[in-house]
């Protein structure tokens, strides 16, 4: 099975380059080797079942370590 995996970071900053807590996220989430679609109000992620679960905790960690203070997280079966 595959999963979507959409998550915002904050602060929300719209001016200017996207914060460390985004970029980090980011980052984690395409060296976890899954397709990723960074937008500006969030960033979407898909990937095989075990790819996805396996790499959620190391997005969040490094939005966090990049100073995030709060992550939205929503993941649901791809279409």
Known sequence: MRLVAEFT????DVEGS??????EALRAAEEAGLDCDFGPLGTLVRGDQQEVLAALPKV???AFSGGASQVTLQVRRDA
Not at 18 to 23: D, I, L, R, S, W
């Open 9 to 12: 970071t904050e602060p929300f």
């Open 18 to 23: 996207p914060p460390a807590h985004a970029t």
């Open 60 to 62: 969040l960690e490094a």
